[in-house]
């Protein structure tokens, strides 16, 4: 039905609606307050605003920092007085100060308002030079000692303008000292300034008000801190005794001025009565704070976020939109992106294909950025220390028919070609576990079967290759749609676990470096560690061999050396080795704290934002280079960073490339399918889930996904890899979230006070490609990289690792267990889901977690990915303990298209559910852009159920319903009201 | 003269201003709204507050951060209309609920606001029983699942009361719910509730209002979730349909009920109007936040301090007090408190004593607390390691004349005593730096003039004891007036970075274990270190000392026999020593992190409040437990604190008493007063400036200083020591203030949200004698001790000088220079002086710290303590390069009789300079608590200028004008406010 307005919002969205094309200019608001500086009279800066309040400290001569602007209830009804009372001037033809002035002072004489004889002193007053907080103080001083003088009798009091100084004392065209002025860069290009002035003078009994809009936004000299245009003027001069009574009224003006609804309402403002009904509105949307609750001398800082004009004003709309409802509601966002039927030939990677394509260019310019060379760094580190861990492993596991060597090349080749032409190109292909441990049982098979283990693994390689084909045409990545928080944080914080729990078992290096516990230094002539020869008798076949024995010193040999030729190792230090251990922890540690500290550094106070965040973003770079030089420093024979420098087979036997037929029977040429299906599943589930992690909402991905594409790539890979004899590959999680957390943006903060915004991920094939080219030339860096010790590589894992388990709501719910409720940080699914089901759900997360745990620590491994299906199972359990109101708030639930349907069944039914937790802001963030950039009239965003696009992938295209408080809460407002209003005024003003 | 009053506030000056004597009770206010859950209506908590808002978050099942509750215009609005229309029932007779019910409606009834056939229908209603919060959700549910089936028919509306239930569901006594409930531990003893019931029905078609005050404040069975008897009700039932409207009038009222001001009014309200007056004045205070630039849903965290009520309700009264400015206003706090006639003989000692005696008995019952027994354990560890490490140089600088044993008895004795009988027992008595570099010069001296060291030692004790006992009867210490931060800070500084880079130097232990750093583990069979005998030739002389030495299994002894017997050391491991030194670093600096995160654990989320002040608490004491029981771990032979273990001079050949006579020629009586002046100048410095700091007032200290007193006993203790032969004892600023930060109290905050605040320090004596006296036992305790190895209390040091840098506002100014102006924290004095100055005035210290450190590295060391006289003599010069302005807020200043004077004149010439920067709170509080605690009436507090006494000592009962913000801003709200508000209210009222 149609609600009651209040006639000023019925005013305001008259003049509102009327012509929405031209978006108003951003408002800069400088507030000038009259000074009797050294017996002059000057207009001196005391406040500005952008969008938060900037004010001038008066003796620390400096800005403060940027706040929001309290007011006072009273200044702001007395604002209110002012407009009604004042002469409002709209759009005059302005084109100097003196002729606005002039135009001012006069409509002030032909209203009554003021006695024409005071025209020359209230003229002289407003064309009074304005000094600006940027001016250096120490050149004014010197300046006016001068003037002062000469002007000595006009100290005090205004006395008679003609005497000393010309009517107009502010200059005509902008000073050097505005077009310099940094601060030009915090306003938007198309700003307009408002100038408030507000003065005390001798000669008024009663204040002199006035607003005006100038027709043009016209440069007015020096009367504006920047050189931009003015637009609006606001002046207020009054008898002495109230300063601080007008200073809150300036403040009030300015304020509204920069307040999104106003700044519009007064710039198309047609009469008084329509700014009257903009501070109405103002007033009645203003946020109050009991006095006896909040001291008013607290300076607040801006929020993360405040409310959107765009939410603002649709409040006034209200009743057109209640009735589109109905009709347009359904169908916004829903049909128009729909997925394709699913089950068309290829369908999915046909789309993948098409929707990367339009962005290819962009993926290589949108990678030239300082960043990139910091996360290239980074990546490329945490790749070839994992690819010679891995390398090393593989080779013990495979007696070295895949090693360091291989490891190196396959890493090269795999992560360049994924990352040409892969769908997701911040995934980071690597080596993993689960492959590892295949690879060893199948060399195993081999050798106690006497099969040929390079071509078996070929012969698995392109079954496996073959079998991800089947899955990309079937459109089988559909299933990552079965896939919700509880299972995409389980997988990703085991792998942390894993990845942190290696680095440190690594670490722990007492196993090659044991510590002489007992060791006293008084003592040290009793520790020795000496060769001695082998009895002739015992070493009577080897000393054939070597055939030099006899005739060694022994006691000159080294350790190796000495049990290379059978010496025997005698004395108490043999087993010892100083300092190795403890230098290598203090390596790792310090290597891991400083990064942290590093990375921190980004939210300290000291130096300039720009330079904090290149620190930040050089962190690990940082960290490495200093603790390598720590290392050389003190030349201890730490483990280093050994990369082969020769392009060649680790093992000489074998070539590059694996021949497929010859050395086994046929029939295992078609067996090998059966453990390929092992190896495809296992690269499907680690790939895609690692992909969806990757693609989640919160890292704002733009560029959309492509896991059917990314799964083609990686089973071509398989086959290349195979013929190579190179070890397979497939996304690694953790070093893929460190490549995302390198590369997020956020947004240079514009408006003073604003606060930064996360935007996004700098998406590009650039960095991965680059990681991988470098890894591929390290043969050539070995130089180099021969300095890096070992522990330092390590102690970046474990950052890797801890900070890739960081922004995990998994993660965060466990840390609630050691919290009481009433320190818990204000979660929105805290607010919705009680305590002990939360409890309840992580605990159930982390039993499986423990679980899994504990089955790759046994063979079972290899069925590791298989047990992800598990979680899958494990979450569909859930759906009986926990009702969907918890499930939705614990665990994102993706809707398909029957729930869809519900969904919007059950919001025109008002139960207002909320869909997707914590994202309510972002919804409406994005649903504020979507309107932005749409060439829908503003109307159509009063939908009662509101379609949001979602960036996960061709299954995220889904809607959420918008959480209704708004709805309800304008209904409600715009109600009562106004209903009230008279009966409550009206005795409010009896006093 | 008389300025406008509102008819509000002369209202409420009248009301409030009338029988000040009572205070009124706080309230508790609790607001509950309507539900139908499962088909019965039953109120339910929704919110409640103390001081600031808890909400019940709906889903959670919990409650709410406390917050502070923002508001709406339109609910006060609102609120103001309920209250005109709404029934009033002051003084309501009231014994249960149903009869209060049934004189609510039946004054309603007569009112002619409703109809009386409603009245059966709105009794059931306000007699459903309410549920609270506490209870358990899982209880209600199962019994709502019994009561549902048999009520199904009432599900969704309301329909006949007298169907099934009875008309009375609420008990008439508290439930044991209500009884155990936690919470009440929160609310104030004397503390009263008031209800707020929201709640929609059908039945209605305008809203019910009625606010209730009862004549007794009464418990009404159930109603409340505490057993808190009710005072004030407050009912909104309306028709369907506007339920945030109503939620949120009711958090207007509940708001206004728990405002200290309004809660005053509401208790002493006559009729409506006193009400609506009420609300009237808190609209005039309320804090407006605009809405562009806040977002509503936003819950603001409680301030850290809020105006106090007093403050505010002085603004109604400001008119008679303005006329007492003149009369009463310079004498209040400034002539009772004076200082007596400074040059009366030994007045200090005399006033000292006196005002000592009457804290002696809570100086010992004050000590029992859990918190001392961590003080102890810290401040004992510091004592021995600083005994042992004095001792141990003092050893090596006086032939062991004093050694380690000397050492720890004197500490003992001193402190002992000093605990005992001294003026202010927070300080902690210890060798200094000074002292130790002149003993070293002494014993020099005395060497090489065959001059008897002991006897001369002596004698410069007691002539310096005779004269620091000159200093006490002349007052002398009244020369600590002239220290202002700028000298006490730097002194503290200084001392804390010496007490930094001695920890640190001691640590690098490079020295006595160096690293092999070129050190190769395969050639581990290289490396040894062998005893070669002597060349028989070389060594002749020495064989026939030793006699055995050709008996010797060489190779058999250790290195230091090896060394004893004249053997050499051969082989490239001899000056190693394996991860000793490494292993000291990790302790050293292990002990060091883990102290200052357990202490800022304190602050973190994790467990509750109580463990993490016990963890914090005991941080230190935690940490070496943590690292000792890591060094016993790894077995190695790191340095350990070795405490002497027999009671006995460590030199056999002197004992424990020093004979005066015999040794020197008599000269050297006298002429030792000449050394023994350095010595005076030197203690009385060290020790007046550490007293000075201990005694700053942040540290709230409340029983008073005792500079002569202090002075006196560390003079005898002089004497005493050197009779004994022991070192001498001064105040040692980095421990006594190690242990006042030890024993820094904490308000528990009592309203949920009210931030704890710092009370002060535990004051007493009882840690002190205790540290003394366990030092003293150490003999004993060596066996226990022997385990701790150094470089752990060699953290705990770094520690120490760390934290003592903490707070000191010249280490802040530092940290300005590394930051940009706009990232720097809002300190007062950055508002008020130029950032160029404050800069200037930082570089000015640090060259001052800088030359003294020169200094102190140079044999200058010894007139250190002159030095420090420098510091004043250069603060005195910056009175020329600084404005007093400037250094009123960069230093504190501390003014004499003349200062004094010339401010007040200042304060009346209403130039408002703040003497006291920073503190313009802190003087605020301490004048609201010595007014509450005063019997002077409320009106005196109005005094133009306000005295606060600071405790600094005697000369720190001084004033402080106060900074007249205030007095400007009541003016002139008071005058403009009610001129305009015809006028604004009028225009409003016409929408």
Excluded at 38 to 61: D, I, M, T, Y
Excluded at 243 to 260: C, F, P, Q
Excluded at 651 to 661: A, E, H, Q
Excluded at 874 to 889: C, E, G, T
Aim: hydrophobic share 40%.
């Amino acid at each position: 039905g149609v609600h009651l307005l209040s006639p000023a919002a019925e005013r305001l969205r008259h003049i509102l609606g009327e012509d929405d094309s031209t978006p108003t200019p951003t408002l800069f608001t400088e507030m000038d307050t009259l000074q009797h500086e050294g017996g002059e009279l000057e207009w001196k800066e005391s406040a500005r605003w952008v969008k938060f309040e900037e004010k001038v400290e008066e003796g620390g001569e400096r800005w403060s920092k940027p706040h929001v602007s309290t007011l006072t209830l009273h200044s702001l009804f007395e604002l209110r007085t002012c407009l009604q009372t004042g002469s409002i001037l709209l759009d005059l033809e302005g084109y100097s100060l003196p002729q606005i002035v002039d135009d001012i002072v006069d409509r002030q004489i032909a209203d009554g308002l003021i006695p024409p004889d005071l025209k020359e002193k209230i003229s002289f007053v407003l064309l009074r030079k304005h000094r600006h907080q940027t001016k250096k103080p120490i050149h004014r001083s010197l300046a006016d000692i001068g003037k002062s003088s000469n002007a000595a009798s006009m100290c005090g009091s205004f006395t008679d303008p003609a005497q000393s100084r010309s009517m107009n004392d502010i200059s005509d065209t902008p000073s050097t000292d505005q077009l310099k002025n940094k601060f030009m860069k915090k306003i938007p290009r198309d700003a307009e300034a408002s100038n408030v002035l507000i003065g005390e003078v001798d000669f008024l009994e009663k204040p002199f008000v006035s607003f005006v809009r100038l027709a043009q936004a016209t440069t007015l000299g020096g009367l504006t801190e920047v050189p931009v245009p003015t637009r609006f003027l606001f002046i207020l001069l009054g008898p002495h005794g109230k300063t601080k009574s007008y200073n809150e009224i300036g403040r009030a003006i300015a304020t509204l001025m920069v307040d999104d609804l106003f700044s519009d309402v007064a710039y198309k403002a047609r009469d008084r009565d329509d700014l009257i009904a903009g501070v109405d509105e103002f007033l009645d949307e203003v946020i109050v704070l009991p006095p006896g609750e909040w001291d008013p001398k607290i300076r607040i800082e801006p929020p993360k976020k405040v409310p959107s004009a765009e939410m603002r004003k649709s409040v006034l709309n209200l009743n057109e939109l209640g009735q589109m409802n109905g009709s347009a509601g359904g169908a916004a966002g829903g049909e128009d992106e729909e997925l394709p039927a699913p089950h068309e030939f290829a369908g999915g990677l046909w789309l993948d294909i098409k929707r990367k394509i339009p962005w290819y260019c962009s993926d290589i310019y949108d990678g030239f950025h300082i960043q990139s060379i910091s996360a290239v760094l980074f990546i490329y580190l945490g790749c070839i220390t994992n690819a010679i861990t891995f390398g090393g492993l593989l080779g013990d596991a495979t007696d070295n028919y895949q090693g360091v060597m291989e490891s190196f090349l396959g890493t090269a080749l795999a992560g360049t070609v994924f990352c040409v032409f892969g769908g997701q190109p911040l995934i980071i292909l690597s080596s993993t576990g689960p492959i590892l441990i295949f690879e060893k049982l199948l060399y195993e098979f081999s050798k106690s079967n006497d099969i040929d283990y390079m071509e078996l693994r070929l012969w698995i390689g392109l079954h496996s290759c073959l079998q991800c084909f089947l899955l990309v045409v079937s459109d089988a990545s559909y299933i990552i749609k079965y896939m919700t928080r509880f299972t995409e944080e389980g997988f990703s914080s085991l792998i942390s676990f894993i990845f942190i729990s290696d680095a440190i078992k690594k670490m722990v290096a007492w196993k090659y470096y044991p510590i002489n516990r007992g060791f006293k230094p008084d003592y040290i002539t009793a520790y020795k560690c000496e060769c001695i020869a082998p009895d002739q008798g015992e070493s009577s076949d080897r000393s054939k061999e070597t055939g030099k024995q006899s005739y060694l010193d022994w006691s000159q040999l080294s350790k190796k050396e000495c049990v290379k030729y059978g010496g025997a190792l005698v004395g108490n230090s043999c087993k010892y080795v100083p300092d190795l251990a403890l230098m290598s922890f203090i390596l790792f540690f310090g290597t891991y704290s400083m990064t942290v500290s590093l990375k921190k550094f980004k939210f300290s106070r000291y130096f300039p934002t720009k330079l904090r965040k290149l620190i930040s973003d050089f962190s690990i770079f940082m960290s490495i280079m200093s603790f390598v030089g720590l290392d050389m420093l003190m030349g201890l024979d730490t483990p280093k960073l050994i990369v082969p420098t020769e392009f060649k087979p680790t093992r000489s036997d074998r070539g590059w490339l694996v021949m497929p037929f010859g050395k086994n029977p046929w029939w295992w040429y078609l067996a090998s399918s059966v453990p390929a299906l092992l190896v495809t599943i296992l690269i499907f589930m680690d790939q895609q889930i690692s992909a969806v992690i990757v693609n989640r909402k919160e890292n704002k991905l733009k560029k959309g996904c492509g896991y059917h594409l990314d799964l083609f790539w990686v089973g071509v890979l398989m086959a290349v890899c195979s013929f190579m004899g190179l070890p397979w590959y497939v996304a690694a999680t953790v070093i893929s979230i460190a490549h995302i957390d390198s590369l997020k943006m956020e947004s240079e903060s514009s408006a003073p006070g604003e606060q930064p915004q996360f935007l996004g991920v700098r998406e590009q094939r650039l960095t991965g490609i680059l990681v991988f080219v470098l890894t591929g030339l390290s043969v050539f860096l070995a130089p180099v990289l021969q300095f890096i010790p070992m522990p330092v590589l390590y102690g970046v894992f474990l950052y890797m690792g801890v900070a890739s388990l960081s922004g995990i709501q998994f993660w965060e719910r466990i840390k609630l267990y050691l919290m009481p409720a009433k320190h818990q940080p204000d979660f929105s699914f805290l607010r919705h889901v009680p305590l002990r089901r939360v409890h309840l759900f992580t605990l159930v997360q982390i039993v499986c977690l423990a679980v899994l745990w504990i089955l790759k620590s046994t063979f079972l491994a290899i069925i590791f990915p298989v047990m992800i299906l598990g979680l899958l199972v494990v979450r569909k359990l859930l759906d009986l303990i926990f009702s969907q109101h918890d499930l939705a708030w614990l665990d994102d639930i993706l809707p398909d298209k029957d729930k869809k349907k519900k969904e919007d069944d059950k919001t025109k039914k008002k139960e207002r559910k909320a869909v997707e937790p914590e994202s309510d802001e972002e919804v409406r963030e994005i649903w504020t852009n979507m309107k932005l950039n749409s060439s829908l009239p503003s109307t159509h965003t009063q939908t009662r159920i509101l379609f949001s696009p979602k960036f996960i992938n061709d299954k995220c295209i889904y809607v959420a319903p918008f959480k209704a408080e708004l709805q309800s809460c304008k209904q409600n407002n715009n109600e009562s009201k106004y209903n009230l209003k008279n009966n409550i005024l009206q005795e409010y003003n009896k006093n």
